[in-house]
């Protein structure tokens, strides 16, 4: 069986990409912990849209000692990037102290160096002084950031809560990511017209409703949430591509991909060549079973949307659901290049290497999507891989504390998909019906099932009755 290829250090490309690693400058302070998190998102947040460039990583090191120079070059040469920032963050009294180096990761020569010392209200100041240093690395202008990414705010509790709320947004569990809603919320009570709260929120929101949310009444208020906040940003700004292409993706979640193609055709007149609209049009055209129409778009215009997480997982599943493993592979390869800890995509990707028998690699994905993602999809994943080695004894094992009501009702869209294919896997189609049933009837996505090839020929229900059986306890 043929098999896509490994992805290559992509050397022509190696000059746009960035490794930021921030840290506390004392381990065991919650708050520097949390300052120092904050900082390095909204620092690699803004690098990208200042330069559009690749921010290879954004974790953050847990010590001090972990911010050496050398061995961060050495991690940002195996990632094929070209500048490596390394930061230690302090708090004192009210202040953010960052010291901070930019080194060459080919030559391992520091560019520059330097402390910085602000109030906390003026962290503005800090991810500005950080993204001028990569500026002029690459020989930029400078940047001045649209009303979403500027944090000021007269109020220093919206400020504190909008900063907390930064140490969860990247989450996949929903634990974390109803911490980052709290806090978010607390900073927009304390300022109703925090913007960069109110953006925070509806990506928070779309987060929530891609991974961890399945349940209709849930899902129903992020909807409200998420267009409420996106809408205050538009107001202020009405042509801002990224609150248009959260505006759609809002639409989209709530069952309305007629209301999502005006809005990619408006984002393609407003940014012609952005990632957003050519992955949004495909999205609305995925919603209403244009599948082949969808994924011809986004191959036309691989060359922006390579540059794009979710364009590429977007693209992996068109792949994977025309019959394409090995290009799904291929692109999720690139999604994994691109943002090494995006947990997502290394599901996905041992699913399909479950069919390429790439069993090896595709273990070691699981592992990944364990330590990066959560538990469950480390589990989810591997069991596709005994699938495809005939292991359906250490496949029960895997999938058994997963069909419990409790987990089925806690899952989301993807875990549901996943445990039903496991299910169909064993032979087990009325287990597999049972988990397809916990999916909502006003899910947008389920019509999807139809199309999916984890469970072709399993015979889904003509049309939802209401009623969902339950699971055993």
């Not at 060459?104 to 910085?116: V, Y």
């Not at 906390?120 to 100041?125: C, E, N």
């Not at 957003?276 to 495909?282: G, H, N, S, V």
């Amino acid at each position: 069986m043929r098999s896509a290829a490994p992805l290559k250090p992509d050397t022509t490309s190696s000059d746009s990409r960035v490794l930021i690693r921030f840290s506390p400058g004392l381990a065991t302070n919650a708050e520097d912990a949390f300052l120092a998190r904050a900082l390095g998102t909204l620092t690699a947040d803004r690098i990208q849209q200042a330069l559009n460039v690749d921010v290879r990583s954004r974790g953050i090191a847990a010590g001090p000692e972990q911010t050496d120079a050398s061995s961060a070059v050495a991690e940002g040469r195996v990632l094929g990037v070209r500048f490596v920032l390394v930061g230690t963050v302090r708090s004192q009294d009210d202040r953010s102290i960052v010291s901070w180096r930019l080194v060459d990761a080919r030559s391992g020569k520091e560019m520059s160096n330097g402390t910085l010392s602000q109030p906390v209200s003026a962290t503005d100041s800090l991810v500005g002084a950080m993204t001028a240093t990569l500026t002029r690395a690459f020989g930029k202008p400078t940047y001045v950031p649209p009303p979403q990414d500027r944090v000021s705010t007269p109020s220093r509790t919206a400020l504190l809560s909008y900063m907390r709320a930064l140490s969860e947004v990247h989450a996949f569990d929903r634990a974390h990511l109803l911490q980052a809603d709290s806090s978010l919320q607390a900073a927009i009570t304390a300022d109703p017209k925090y913007v960069a709260a109110r953006f925070r929120m509806a990506e928070l929101s779309v987060r929530q409703l891609d991974w961890v949310e399945q349940r209709d009444a849930e899902r129903s208020t992020l909807v409200r949430k998420g267009l409420w906040s996106i809408g205050s940003v538009l107001m202020r700004d009405p042509l801002n591509p990224r609150a248009l292409a959260l505006m759609g993706r809002l639409y989209l979640h709530s069952g309305k991909p007629q209301l999502a193609l005006p809005v990619a055709a408006a984002l393609e007149r407003v940014a012609p060549s952005s990632s957003e609209a050519i992955t949004l049009r495909a999205q609305a055209l995925r919603a209403v079973g244009r599948d082949e129409e969808a994924l011809r778009g986004l191959r036309a215009s691989s060359p922006v949307t390579e540059r794009s997480v979710n364009a590429l997982m977007v693209r992996a599943d068109l792949e994977r659901r025309v019959g394409d493993p090995i290009a799904a592979c291929r692109v999720l390869n690139r999604a994994v290049a691109l943002d090494p800890l995006f947990a997502p995509a290394y599901v996905w990707r041992a699913v399909v290497r479950s069919t390429l028998g790439e069993r090896r690699e595709g273990w070691s994905d699981a592992e990944v999507a364990t330590r990066l993602g959560r538990e469950d999809w480390g589990e989810l994943a591997g069991a596709f891989i005994d699938l495809s080695v005939r292991d359906t004894l250490r496949t029960k094992q895997r999938i058994k504390p997963l069909m419990t009501r409790a987990a089925l009702e806690e899952a989301g869209w993807m875990d549901l998909l996943l445990r039903a294919a496991v299910s169909y896997g064993l032979n087990t189609p009325q287990q597999a019906m049972l988990v397809v049933r916990q999916i909502p009837c006003t899910d947008p996505r389920r019509p999807q099932l139809a199309r999916e090839p984890l469970l072709r020929y399993l015979k889904l229900p003509a049309e939802c009755s209401g009623a969902k059986p339950q699971p055993k306890a």
